[in-house]
């Protein structure tokens, strides 16, 4: 059993956010839930009323009324957590939360950890790992295909598959091991044509989840934009008119923006995570040189540059110039030519060819052509009910080791290497396959996870 979990303690937690609101949720979960409730709730008898019920009352403290409020009650196993749990719906003023809290704690219960309401269902088998983990991606879920994935992933996604898939494998491995313990004789419980079968089918399905976390890792994380350009070429302005708001300041004065300034956006249910950047230039000024040193450090991480360029200054030299520097990082790009509204109408013939979204960002011009051009650079297909998809980088890293290891078995297989090396070589990947779904943990792995929940979650 992992460290910090005793069935046996009661936890309790503020299940919605801190502050002022209309009302709160606090949460209770263990075996006492009921009974701590109870001592401090006048109303109806909770244990003797079914499970999924409300009740109407009061929590009160040595005779004096602290709230009117409902309790929900779950009576394990059918619950969240799979144990006794209760929700309290308050009114939703800190003072209240605080003191109802205190009430509790006072009583036997204790402040619950982060993500340990998650982190009790899967341990007493409410959902695995990938599941549970889907929880929390699906609270954080910034835009509709991210929260669409993680209600996936949640309900089963791959999980299911991915024991089954374990499960033979588990079965081969005892044969080969079977074998091994007749040691001299020559005996194969372990057919290597079905194994191979097996491996190859396995393979197949793991390589379809692998490649699925190119766009999982989009929809989750978001497409790292950078906006980069000459000083006073538009940027901040361009920035500003993406967001709706006044998010970086612009000048008149060239280096103004020094630090990387980043925001979000969601386009087609995807979301841009844009990044304004200080202009690009030689400069004398040692803070502005950290700020360029940094746009050209976010330029190479990017998935996407808008390149942005003042029509009112430019020439075409300059421009085939710097489309040579930006086809030379590599890095999917758009040309902006911004300030079209001042642009010499003899540098628009020049630029014809030059594959420019021209714009005016001050104006707001031709910014819904701009954020089209954005998405098309992106086939982002739009995630449905039942679609399974890796978003989270732990399982991506697993199901890719588990890849690597089946693959020696592939090989091993082929050149006929014996039983032991075979069996080390599965039960390996059975290893990695385990940590997915959380059937192999440690308290490392476990912390790790649940720690970057909220509190009450
Ligand atoms: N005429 C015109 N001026 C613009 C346009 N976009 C930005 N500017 C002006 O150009 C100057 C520099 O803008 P800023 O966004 O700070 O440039 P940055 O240095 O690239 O971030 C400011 O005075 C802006 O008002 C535009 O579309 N047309
Ligand atoms: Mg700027």
């Known amino acids: 059993m992992a460290q910090g979990y005793s069935p046996d303690d009661t936890i309790v937690a503020l299940a919605t956010p801190q502050g002022v ?22 109303g109806k008898t909770l244990v ?5 019920t409300i009740h109407l009352g009061t929590l009160t403290e040595g005779g004096k009324t602290i709230d009117e409020v409902l309790v929900s ?129 396995i393979q197949t399905y793991l390589a379809r989840l692998i490649i699925s976390f190119d766009q999982g890792n989009v929809i989750k994380n978001g497409i790292p934009t950078v906006i980069a350009g000459k000083p006073n070429a538009g940027k901040s302005t361009l920035l500003n008119a993406l967001l709706n708001e006044e998010k970086a300041l612009v000048s008149e004065i060239p280096g103004t923006t020094r630090d990387v300034i980043e925001d979000e956006i969601t386009l087609g249910g995807t979301i841009f995570r844009f990044m304004d950047t200080a202009g690009l230039r030689d400069t004398n000024d040692s803070i502005e040189a950290l700020g360029i040193s940094r746009a050209r450090e976010r330029m190479r991480a990017a998935s996407l540059i808008l390149y942005v360029v003042d029509l009112s200054k430019a020439s075409l030299n300059e421009i085939i110039q710097e489309d040579e520097e930006l086809k030379a990082l590599g890095i999917p790009y758009i040309k902006v030519g911004n300030k079209l509204d001042k642009a010499p109408t003899q540098l628009l013939k020049e630029i014809e060819n030059q594959e420019f979204i021209l714009i005016s960002a001050a104006h707001k011009t031709n910014l819904d052509t701009l954020k089209e051009v954005i998405l098309s650079k992106f086939n982002i297909r739009e995630v449905k ?33 014996t039983g032991d090396f075979l069996a080390m070589d599965i039960r390996q990947a059975l290893y990695f396959l385990g940590e997915i779904t959380g059937e192999i943990t440690s308290d490392d792995l476990l912390e790790n996870i649940f720690a970057n929940f909220c509190i009450g979650k």
Do not use: W
């Open 21 to 42: 609101s209309g009302l709160a949720v606090i949460r209770l979960s263990g075996k006492d839930a009921i009974h701590i409730t109870q001592q401090v709730f006048t």
């Open 48 to 52: 003797d009323q079914p499970s999924h």
């Open 73 to 201: 009650l779950f009576k394990e196993p059918n619950s969240f957590t799979k144990e006794n749990s209760i929700e309290i719906s308050c009114h939703g003023s800190p003072v209240i939360v605080r003191q109802i809290i205190k009430l509790f704690l006072k009583r036997g219960a204790r402040l619950a950890e982060p993500g340990e309401f998650t982190k009790r269902a899967f341990m007493n088998g409410r959902f695995d790992l990938a599941q549970a983990e889907a929880v929390g991606d699906l609270i954080h879920a910034e835009s509709e295909n991210a929260r669409q994935a993680a209600l996936n992933q949640m309900r089963g996604g791959f999980s299911k598959e991915i024991k089954f898939l374990r499960q033979e494998l588990i079965h081969f491995a005892s044969l080969i091991e079977l074998e091994l313990d007749f040691g001299e004789e020559d005996v194969e419980f372990a057919k290597r044509k079905d194994l191979l079968q097996l491996i190859e089918r």
């Open 385 to 417: 009910q039942g679609d399974v998809l890796v978003t989270n980088l732990r399982h991506y890293q697993k199901l890719t080791e588990t890849h690597e290891a089946l693959n020696r078995v592939i090989i091993g297989l082929d050149s006929e290497i």
